[in-house]
């Protein structure tokens, strides 16, 4: 268990709206990732952070935004949410030896 | 940049039999090596890892050898489950940074 929790695990918002996804960690670890997963595209990198208020782009960042005060929590947030992403999303965690750990994934539903 | 390539296609074999699912890399430097698995409606499970070349990952029956030769990391399992049937990703690690293959979904029938 690498002790990640996302929240909410699911969700369903309108096409406009601001959603704003949790991603909380116990484990003290300095990188945290955010991915989407989609069929046929497999996952791919949003943003990333490699320390609080550090935070730099993956593949596809353009419509989303990130946030890292605490070590322990960061923040994805889709500023005016549209049916392109609508995907399941899964944060991260860097742990020992490289490996990576993921949550269990928030499913947003954009209608 | 850094990226990994499994086999097109899902699998689909009956309980029992051999799984092989290929994967192949490209990397600068000595990433390290990964299989995730994915079960309907849960997020990614580390299955199994290898840090440094002829390293051998294993768990729950499955292996994996890490070929530094061939940039190769195939998943094998000599007899496959029904409880098997799940999505595989292979994954490379190297900087912080995870590069995913497209992930193979295993079928396996009773």
């Known amino acids: 268990d690498a002790g990640i929790t996302q929240s909410p695990r699911h969700k369903v918002t309108e096409t406009g709206t601001p959603v704003t996804l949790r991603c909380h960690q116990t484990?003290?670890?300095?990188?945290m990732y955010w991915y989407r997963q989609d069929p046929g595209h497999g996952l791919r990198l949003i943003h990333y952070?490699?320390?609080?208020?550090?935070?730099d782009k993956g593949e596809v960042s353009d419509g989303y935004s990130v946030s890292r005060s605490k070590t322990e929590d960061f923040l994805l947030t889709l500023e005016s949410a549209t049916s392109s992403q609508t995907s399941v999303y899964f944060c991260?965690?860097?742990?020992?030896?490289?490996?990576?750990?993921f949550g269990e994934g928030s499913w947003l539903t954009v209608v | 940049g850094d990226s990994v390539t499994q086999m097109e296609g899902p699998v689909t074999l009956s309980e029992e039999a051999c799984l092989t699912i290929n994967c192949t890399y490209t990397a600068t430097g000595y990433p390290s090596l990964f299989w995730y698995v994915q079960y309907p409606g849960e997020g990614l499970q580390l299955l199994l890892k290898a840090t440094k070349a002829d390293d051998k990952g294993s768990n729950k029956g499955f292996e994996a050898t890490y070929r530094k030769e061939t940039t190769s990391f195939h998943l094998e399992k000599g007899s496959v489950q029904v409880s098997d049937s799940a999505v595989y990703f292979c994954a490379l690690s190297g900087n912080n940074r995870l590069a995913f293959g497209k992930g193979n979904q295993v079928v396996v029938i009773p």
């Open positions: 952070s490699y320390g609080v208020k550090d935070t």
């Open positions: 991260a965690i860097s742990g020992q030896g490289n490996t990576i750990y």
């Open positions: 484990e003290n670890h300095r990188y």
